[in-house]
């Protein structure tokens, strides 16, 4: 592309520190684990001995947390990065070579690649977890040599708040968004760079803790954390409660710099129109968090609060758990939207610039995206049917019916953009192909569960289980690894291997579906979930499933390699692999710490999915104006 | 860099006859699927399990339609080689009567799945309910993790199975002593929370005779997790003639 070769002589010299990596680049990190774990147990322990408890005890537990978490914030950078400065301190240099990715700062790009890579290692505690659970429905007896039921109902509630918080609701938000956002709108940073940087750092500590949960305990409620069951079995519901409140408050941090980003921040003649589709979508999740976070948030302290505190806000005999229902389903159903829609985006993104065409409909794909995310915030109800009073039922039963409709706008566009195109399917579209797939199995028979009638039957069985596994893992896991392949020349500069792309693609979809289909089935039998112990009629299946699912999380283990390798050895990329308009294929790969030099700047003349044959440049480069 | 001409007319008369095989073969599997339906137990469970069963042939439409002109376009529309530079010639950024199609579908579609299943389904659970004069009530006590059954009219207190007369409407009275369960019989078709502090009504009519003995389906189990015992948080049913339970009625009432 023109613009690139016309770009690289000024982008040269954007590049910040050259300097290669140093062990000492590593302190901050250790000081942050330092801190942090001194923080932790010198806070448990004087609260225990002021009580004349033990620090395995909720209360300590909880000062711990707390204090624990400053400490590693304090260690990662964060003082001499902010809040030394806030006093009146010396500012804190910034930080633009290697050094920058194992510390706090401001750049969103490091912040991304830290997301990545965070996803990956919860990615890959949390599907060990899976494994384990197979393991103990290999057979239909308590599996005693395994694990007790304790441990299963600790290592399910793990699994699943570590899939869903800290890997799903990041996954492309953090690691792809965060990286893509300030690159798409054609600007330098985020909104609120500093609260970005400070919500990876929020990550670690709150998954740490979430999974070191059985040592103080367990939590045996699932991800729930159902009152009043979460008070009285066992008291790692602490660290599931904070673990989860921290990776919320990330969640938000992120959010407000999407939303903010979008609406304060567009290059010069980039309207609402010309936003690419990839934002729309994240600005949809983000919107969800903004709005939707606060209720449930003060239902998870609420929760905490009648552990530790002795407050009865949901025990005791005047207790009402049917509120806890109410606030935690009012974000964590419509979170699942969060994890979704920025993945519909992605499909919307790819596509076009994989089959040559512009993007179908994209008005309609807007309104799908945004009316998604709207109606959201409305149909939490149907994760209770089997709780809430009649009158409940028929409102939020056509409400949740309803999202199908602007859901269904993302099918439109994409079979729109693929029809009568020129599709180039590499390891990145033919992800996207089978992602697409398996969510519509999973919105098909997510209807099941919005018809009060279906539901009363399949809901909490292994239907409703297989139906989230195809929408989370089907659509958004695949949907991150494709992600994560087209981009990776941004990144990177190189080329992931396609061979070893496409092998694993099917890999995943042949024994993702052998592992997932049947548990539909076995929902149908009467086998209900959290269970480690089911009756004997339904081995066979458990045992197909089982299987199926260590060949399905053994092939993780190939995406893994393949990113591994092709970062360092991976053949080089040209600036613009996939021949694609987006603005961000317009800058250097990989991006310099600032991605165009001062004095520039991208003005946005057309939109950025035409690929007629001689059409013109969306994108011009003029040189700012100065201040 | 030459446009491609593609005749799309011509292309989707192909993607209808993948629909029509397609549709052939996926509702063949569901019939086959409906066919081997496990135990529906009680008239409740007809209407759950009628609704599962009609969004099912429809879901299978749905995915056939959908999902076929996902596969077929991406095979039909592919580029010959990952060095193509061909450029489509159909540049489209709409078409009204596709948009308008799907529109019509969606929103037509969700509107009938509201009024039924869904409503119908309701309206007929809620009049069994409201027309049942006499219903057998049966208190239900759950707690970590058992239930216990007494039956407040015939005086039958605190057993640990649950035998229950075929074709008669049972009111089961929901209570729970510690955290929340779930009371569900998987072939009666239904499943209620048990929620502390509150009281919840069930109503189900057992339809079909048996024990969990004869069909596992037919068993008490806890659906909401509620710690380490919870998946034995079984009890055994029987489903017995009218003139059975009262032979069962007089030999454990005081």
């Given at each position: 592309m023109a613009t690139n070769e016309m770009q690289a002589q000024a982008l040269n010299e954007t590049e910040g520190g050259k300097t290669s990596f140093a062990i000492s680049m590593l302190f901050p990190l250790f000081r942050a684990t330092l801190w942090g774990l001194t923080g932790y147990f010198a806070a448990a322990w004087i609260t225990a001995a002021l009580l004349g408890s033990v620090i395995v005890n909720p209360l300590p537990a909880t000062v711990g947390y707390i204090v624990g978490l400053v400490g590693w914030l304090m260690g990662s950078g964060l003082w001499e990065g902010w809040i030394r400065r806030a006093f009146g301190g010396a500012e804190a240099p910034s930080y633009t070579g290697v050094e920058r990715y194992f510390r706090f700062g401001p750049d969103s790009k490091s912040t991304a690649v830290r997301y990545v890579v965070f996803n990956v290692v919860a990615f890959f505690f949390a599907g060990l977890a899976a494994m384990a659970i197979r393991v103990e429905l290999l057979t239909p007896d308590s599996t005693s040599w395994w694990m007790s039921e304790i441990h299963y109902n600790m290592t399910f509630g793990i699994h699943g708040l570590m899939m869903l918080l800290a890997v799903a609701a990041s996954v492309i938000v953090g690691g792809v968004g965060y990286y893509l956002v300030p690159l798409m709108l054609g600007v330098r940073n985020v909104v609120f760079p500093k609260l970005l940087g400070l919500s990876w750092w929020l990550l670690p500590p709150a998954a740490f803790a979430v999974f070191m949960s059985p040592t103080i305990g367990g939590f045996q409620t699932g991800w729930w954390g159902y009152p009043p069951l979460a008070q009285n079995s066992g008291s790692g519901i602490v660290f599931y409660v904070l673990g989860a409140a921290t990776l919320l408050t990330a969640s938000v941090l992120g959010a407000i710099n999407i939303a903010g980003t979008m609406v304060y921040m567009r290059a010069k003649g980039m309207s609402l129109g010309r936003v690419p589709i990839f934002v729309w979508g994240l600005f949809a999740a983000a919107t969800i968090l903004i709005v939707e976070a606060p209720a449930t948030f003060t239902g998870a302290l609420m929760d905490l609060s009648d552990m530790i505190l002795g407050s009865h806000f949901y025990t005791g005999p005047l207790g009402h758990p049917l509120a806890y229902m109410d606030q935690f389903w009012f974000l964590f159903h419509p979170e699942v939207y969060v994890f979704a829609l920025p993945a519909f985006a992605i499909w919307l993104e790819i596509l076009p610039a994989a089959a040559k065409r512009p993007l179908f409909a994209r008005n309609w794909a807007i309104a799908g995206l945004v009316g998604v995310s709207m109606l959201g915030a409305m149909l939490g109800v149907h994760h209770y049917f089997t709780a809430v009073s009649p009158a409940r039922m028929p409102i939020f039963m056509t409400f949740t019916e309803t999202v199908s409709i602007p859901t269904g706008f993302i099918y439109l566009s994409a079979i729109g953009t693929l029809w009568g195109g020129r599709l180039k399917i590499n390891a990145a579209v033919l992800l996207v192909l089978m992602a697409m797939m398996n969510f519509l199995i999973g919105g098909l028979t997510g209807i099941f569960n919005a018809d009060v009638p279906a539901d009363l039957q399949l809901?909490?069985?292994y239907w409703v289980v297989a139906h989230f596994h195809y929408t989370i893992l089907g659509a958004v896991i695949f949907t991150w690894i494709a992600a994560l392949y087209w981009w990776f020349p941004k990144v990177t500069g190189r080329k992931i291997n396609e061979f070893w792309g496409k092998f694993h693609a099917w890999w995943f979809f042949v024994f993702f579906n052998c592992t997932f289909f049947p548990m539909f089935i076995a929902g149908i039998d009467g086998m209900n979930r959290r269970v480690a112990i089911y009756l004997p009629y339904l081995h066979e299946i458990n045992l197909f499933i089982s299987i199926s699912a260590f060949l399905l999380g053994a092939g993780f283990l190939i995406p893994l390699a393949n990113l591994v390798y092709s970062w360092r050895r991976g053949e080089k990329a040209e600036p613009n692999p996939w021949g694609s308009r987006g603005l961000e294929w317009q800058m250097k790969s990989p991006t310099p710490y600032i991605p165009f030099p001062e004095g520039t700047e991208p003005e946005v003349v057309g939109p950025n999915d035409n690929y007629a044959a001689g059409s013109k440049e969306p994108f011009v480069w003029i040189s700012a104006p100065s201040k | 860099m030459n446009a491609a001409k593609e005749n799309l007319w011509k292309a989707f008369r192909g993607l209808v006859l993948v629909w029509i095989v397609g549709l052939a073969i996926g509702e063949t599997l569901i019939a086959w699927g409906v066919n081997n339906w496990p135990l529906v137990g009680s008239v409740q469970a007809r209407i759950t399990a009628d609704a599962t069963t009609y969004l099912m042939w429809q879901a299978v439409a749905l995915y056939v339609l959908v999902g076929g002109a996902i596969v077929y376009s991406a095979i039909r529309f592919r580029a010959s080689s990952a060095s193509d530079a061909v450029i489509p010639e159909n540049q489209k950024r709409t078409w009204a009567p596709f948009v308008v199609t799907w529109l019509v579908l969606a929103i037509g579609i969700n509107l009938a799945n509201t009024i039924y299943p869904g409503m119908v389904g309701l309206e007929q659970l809620w009049a069994i309910q409201m027309d049942t004069k006499n219903p057998l009530v049966i208190d239900v006590t759950a707690q970590q993790w058992k239930w216990t059954f007494s039956y407040p009219k015939q005086g039958v207190t605190d057993v640990s199975q649950l035998v229950v007369p075929e074709g008669r409407t049972i009111d089961f009275v929901l209570r729970t002593k510690d955290v929340m369960h779930d009371f569900w019989v998987p072939a009666w078709g239904v499943k209620k929370d048990v929620i502390p502090n509150e009281v919840r009504h069930l109503f189900v009519t057992p339809t079909a005779l048996g024990s969990t003995a004869t069909n596992p389906m037919i068993r008490v189990q806890?659906?909401?997790?509620?710690?380490?015992g919870h998946p034995l948080m079984r009890a055994p049913v029987k489903v017995v003639t009218a003139a059975k339970f009262k032979t069962w009625v007089a030999s454990n009432s005081f």
């Open positions: 809901h909490n069985t | 806890c659906s909401m997790i509620c710690g380490n």
